[in-house]
């Protein structure tokens, strides 16, 4: 991650773009577009792939191989919704968010903003776009410039997207976005260094929220926070959803926290969706083996549950994604493996045997052998 | 804490009776001198902790819990940490009145530590063969082969795959996960009688910690070791420990057995914590959330240091610093209105 970049991605020259309609102020309703409310989601993915080349030579350069990152993902994400992705480190989640917002470039698929492929825009349209999807970061300390101002810092975007805020204006901006994420207006012009971690996390978010976007994309925003400190970023971060009517793409590895804020979960695992569904679809209904397993590893935070608690431990560690395993990628630390996984990789749908069932059951896993099984105690 | 050995404990942990405990931190201090002044980061803490039983402490970033455990190990970064009072009673004797050449006889082979992040505790350029080898090269004076062989027998210990294969791999080689095994293998090299483990799987992925934490807790059942638990996540305190104790702004806020202190918590610092998080097997819109941050070392609140942001916060809290109550059997809170508070007062 760039050290010091604003959560808008500069591309190239800040060329003085069209004056944007009613650029919508904190605390007022309208958000940035109006949109009708349609069914339609504002962002859709498909097929999304990224691989990373591997290469040999220093000056002549092969390639040998490819990290296999994201392989073949697809969702949608509706207005006012959070979609979780959740997965341990490695399955490509991160990279996910980094197409998402524009900081990497997709080796195939297609990710439509009101369906528009932003994949193959530029230039002008491309910085349009970008604007109204917007991105948080994880760490607080290393994403904020050290040698900015918090005002600084806050206002960048105005500097690459002029026309969302005039000269003369910005500073008031700044000051209103500092006070609705719960910070002190009179601290524009202080550095990063003299807040704690919970504050940058909240000027890093007042960033994201600068230019008004419809979707922020958000990385482990409150995984490096402590406990007492990340429920106040999360109900920060629910409320600024009500407030300006956000859609969120929150990415994290805490599957509790996940389960708080979001209203459906993809769960990821090397490069690849396994499963996605509503939050009581998942949590309460997982059909794959590998959501089975990574619910029932997450400790519960009461002693009572130790003996009756159904534990799937997992063999084994993640394969890496430069060499992922043929057909289905969980099948190598899978307890229900057999030959025709690792020959046919199973399509993220409905499960044969669920398609005619009501209920939370009936919904998208990647599995040859889908089965319900309940992991997580009911609180 | 201090005073309790004497007293006959109902409730019915593997704590011993008449045995002393393995363990027996007394009103230990901790204070760092820095340029913005002095930071008392362990400010009179007493905990123990017996053989076969699992003490987990309890605290967010800043809370002491950490130094604590080095001052403990003998490990403190000094200067700028100073050991200002206190003892540290280990198995009958006073760590802080032995010489240096005796303590460190103790350490690793008594008691031994395993760290957050196992990468940076390894050494890079030596196979981890030559590192689990050295420490009975070192403490037992055996020979280099006899040392391999050792160092094979430990990783098979812990579960590492094909160890006779990977006796000389590198760390950077091995996944997490099993990076954190080897420092679990040499933690235990020497049959230590106590484990302090600091944010053991905290660095992580959620199916990797539930594997690391079920080994641990297996080997500390097996070698009927005592285990201090250094953690933040409240989930993973409650899967494993006996005891917990809570720190707060380099104090122990509150200490008891497992299923009392999740059940009815006696510090508000404790229930504030039980109440915001977010849980698995639920979903809650509003999650509660402390007001404020913790505070500054440097200038902790005067009364008891969190009164700034607690919900029963009265004028005594202000002036006063609360004693560490003795709340139930087992049970201390440092909170003027413990009582309130265990009755649910929010």
């Known amino acids: 991650m760039a050290h010091d970049d604003a959560g808008a991605p500069s591309s190239g020259t800040p060329a003085p773009g069209t004056p944007a309609p009613g650029a919508g102020q904190p605390g007022t309703s309208a958000p940035g577009t109006p949109a009708a409310d349609s069914p339609e989601p504002v962002l859709e993915v498909r097929d999304l792939v990224k691989h990373f080349p591997l290469t040999r030579g220093v000056l002549v350069k092969k390639q040998v191989g490819a990290v296999q990152a994201v392989d073949g993902v697809s969702f949608d994400l509706h207005r006012g919704e959070t979609l979780g992705i959740v997965g341990e480190s490695g399955c490509g989640k991160s990279t996910v968010a980094k197409l998402l917002v524009g900081l990497e470039h997709p080796t195939a698929g297609q990710i439509r903003y009101r369906g528009e492929d932003i994949s193959t825009l530029s230039g002008r349209a491309l910085k349009a776009v970008r604007r109204n999807i917007q991105m948080v970061f994880q760490d607080p300390y290393t994403s904020l410039n050290p040698r900015m101002t918090v005002g600084d810092i806050i206002g960048e975007p105005y500097e690459i997207h002029p026309e969302a805020a005039p000269k003369g204006e910005r500073r008031r901006r700044v000051q209103e976005l500092l006070e609705v994420v719960g910070l002190d207006p009179e601290y524009v012009n202080r550095y990063p260094h003299q807040f704690s971690g919970g504050q940058r996390q909240r000027i890093g978010i007042a960033r994201g929220l600068a230019l008004r976007p419809e979707i922020i994309v958000a990385d482990e925003p409150v995984s490096a926070l402590d406990v007492s400190v990340q429920s106040q970023v999360v109900n920060l971060l629910e409320r600024l959803q009500d407030e300006f009517g956000l859609s969120y793409v929150f990415i994290a590895h805490d599957l509790s926290v996940v389960r708080h804020i979001c209203d459906r979960v993809a769960v990821m695992y090397l490069g690849r969706l396994a499963e996605l569904g509503t939050d009581e679809q998942i949590y309460e209904h997982p059909t794959h083996p590998y959501t089975q397993a990574l619910l029932s590893a997450v400790p519960v935070p009461d002693p009572d549950a130790r003996t009756h608690r159904d534990r799937i431990l997992l063999a084994g560690d993640v394969p890496s994604p430069a060499n992922p395993p043929s057909g289905c990628r969980f099948r190598t630390r899978c307890w229900k493996a057999q030959d025709r996984c690792a020959e046919i990789s199973p399509p993220l749908e409905v499960p044969a045997e669920f398609r005619r069932t009501p209920g939370p059951v009936r919904h998208p896993s990647a599995c040859h052998f889908a089965e319900e099984r309940t992991v997580v105690p009911n609180g | ?346």
């Open chain 2, 1 to 346: 804490m201090t005073h309790q050995e004497a007293a006959p404990e109902p409730t019915g942990t593997a704590a011993a009776v008449a045995e002393p405990p393995l363990l027996d931190v007394r009103d230990l201090r901790v204070e760092f001198r820095t340029r913005d002044g002095v930071a008392k980061a362990v400010n009179g803490v007493s905990y123990h902790v017996a053989r076969g039983q699992t003490l987990a402490v309890l605290g967010e970033s800043g809370s002491g819990k950490s130094v604590t455990a080095q001052a403990v190990m003998g490990i403190l970064d000094s200067p700028p940490g100073f050991l200002t009072g206190g003892e540290i009673v280990f198995q009958g004797r006073d760590l802080l009145t032995l010489r240096r050449e005796e303590r460190r006889r103790i350490r690793g082979a008594k008691m031994a530590m395993i760290f957050q992040d196992a990468l940076s505790s390894l050494n890079p350029v030596l196979s981890v063969g030559a590192q689990l080898g050295e420490m009975f090269q070192v403490h037992e004076g055996v020979s280099r082969k006899e040392a391999r062989a050792r160092a094979v027998e430990l990783m098979e210990r812990v579960k590492i795959p094909a160890a006779r294969e990977r006796v000389g791999d590198y760390p950077h080689q091995f996944s997490g996960g099993m990076r954190q095994r080897i420092m679990i293998a040499m933690a235990l090299a020497l049959g230590p009688d106590l484990i302090i483990a600091d944010e053991p799987t905290t660095a992580l992925d959620v199916t990797v910690q539930a594997q690391v934490m079920d080994l641990l807790a297996e080997l500390q059942r097996e070698l009927t070791m005592g285990l201090i638990l250094i953690t933040h996540d409240l989930g993973v305190v409650a899967d494993v420990a006996d005891t917990i104790a809570v720190m707060y702004a380099g104090r122990i806020v509150e200490t008891a057995p497992v299923h009392q202190l999740y059940k009815a918590p006696a510090h508000p610092y404790t229930r504030g914590l039980l109440d915001s998080i977010p849980r698995l097997d639920q979903k809650g819109r509003q999650l509660y959330a402390i007001k404020g941050m913790p505070p500054n070392l440097t200038a902790v609140p005067p009364g008891c240091p969190f009164h700034p942001r607690c919900p029963l916060v009265r004028d005594v809290c202000r002036t006063d610093p609360p004693p560490l109550y003795e709340v139930g059997p087992g049970r201390t809170s440092a909170c003027h209105f413990w009582k309130e508070t265990l009755d649910g007062a929010r």
